[in-house]
């Protein structure tokens, strides 16, 4: 794989992370890589960016994110195209959605030159309302009550299927999120690679079990103000009786793997 152009992308807020951000881009700097890094990572010989909102305009070979999930998910909301992400965990958690750690960096850059590696292709999804269109998300989009003294009464429309009833909120998750947000609240955990959506009510008056269904429209409608917050990251807002429309993104969200795993993110988890 030709590596002519490099974004590293570094956690926000963590020196940990802008150090190992630093030394990585000296390394593809060494193999003749144009790179790019984000502010206030600097490093010669590099071109910084003041955000991610403009690497959208590079097209570029690789994108190689340094810190936990919240980089990696910040990094590709950001992204528009399927340009690649190898994800290392620096300063993270349990670095979930991470492919090496930062020792292992040498090897991986080796490896990915000569070709040994393969794309690990992720559904996402995106919401809209009132006509605009918000960030993609990886893991699930939550459309939540605004007012927490009030049960909001929510319509959930998929093909021909209505269901209307009062709940706190309800979240649209990917494969990719099934691990995280529905699960915990008895939603299935899905093989990665899938093509689906996983719809999972919160706390609503009458028992409604999560379902999965293909990648298709989905509509919401809530009788009271509401959020929507993609990736527990950015919240938008939509007023009562307001459709708010949740489909799979139009292009997926793209790692290189170097190994050949089962479910990565069980694995993860201890499972």
Do not use: W
Request: net charge positive; aromatic share 6%; proline share 4%.
């Amino acid at each position: 794989m030709k590596l002519n152009k490099v974004a590293v992308v570094s956690k926000v807020g963590s020196k940990e992370s802008e150090a190992a951000a630093k030394d990585v881009a000296k390394k593809f700097l060494a193999k003749k890589s144009k790179v790019f890094t984000i502010a206030p990572v600097e490093v010669e010989g590099a071109k910084k960016m003041e955000s991610l909102e403009e690497l959208k305009k590079e097209t570029l070979d690789l994108i190689v994110s340094l810190g936990g999930d919240g980089t990696t998910l910040r990094v590709f909301r950001n992204m528009i195209n399927e340009t690649p992400i190898l994800t290392i965990n620096v300063g993270g958690n349990r670095g979930i959605l991470a492919e090496i750690t930062i020792d292992e960096i040498d090897n991986a850059i080796e490896s990915i030159q000569k070709g040994k590696f393969f794309l690990d292709k992720r559904t996402r999804v995106v919401a809209s309302c009132g006509g605009k269109e918000f960030p993609p998300a990886l893991n699930e989009i939550y459309v939540c009550r605004t007012n927490l003294t009030k049960t909001a009464e929510i319509e959930i429309k998929f093909q021909n299927d209505t269901v209307k009833q009062k709940m706190d909120g309800v979240i649209i998750a990917t494969p990719s999120g099934s691990t995280g947000h529905s699960f915990s609240l008895g939603g299935p955990i899905l093989h990665e690679s899938l093509d689906v959506l996983i719809i999972t009510p919160v706390a609503p008056v009458y028992r409604l079990e999560s379902i999965v269904v293909p990648d298709e429209k989905i509509e919401i409608i809530s009788s009271h103000d509401c959020s929507i917050v993609m990736d527990a990251q950015v919240v938008k807002s939509a007023g009562f009786g307001e459709p708010i429309i949740i489909k799979k993104y139009k292009k997926p969200a793209v790692f290189i793997r170097l190994k050949k795993r089962g479910l990565r993110q069980m694995s993860k988890l201890g499972f």
